[in-house]
């Protein structure tokens, strides 16, 4: 009985050794494909956030250019006009400060992209 257990064992032993060879390249195949879709998922991702990005940037720039253009205009004219007369001073600050909005405007767009 003996000999007859270590041949079923020593079967077993080799049919495992030969199952576990032809699954195992197969598992191997099935990763290595799984790594590369997931790789092209990244890349993907990586590329909507690149989009993301520059469309951040593209906001925060332009709005900030409009707004230090605006405030540079409003500014003379503030200037030029409360040398005239002083009284129209606290006027012309609100259109400077109206002005400065813009570029807030372009930052409130940039954490809109962001968030979405």
Known sequence: MKARAKV???????FTAILA???LPIA????????EVQAAEVAARAEI????????????????????YAVGKIGVAAIASAAE????????IIF????????IYGLLVAFLIWIS
């Open 8 to 14: 079923i064992l020593l079967t077993l032993t080799f």
């Open 21 to 23: 060879g032809l699954i």
């Open 28 to 35: 191997a195949d099935g990763a290595v494909k799984s790594m």
């Open 49 to 68: 956030e690149l989009g993301k990005f520059l469309a951040m940037a593209l906001s925060v720039s332009v709005c900030s250019v409009a707004a230090g």
């Open 85 to 92: 007369k002083p009284e129209v001073f606290g006027k012309t």
């Open 96 to 103: 400077a400060g109206l002005a400065e909005g813009i570029a």
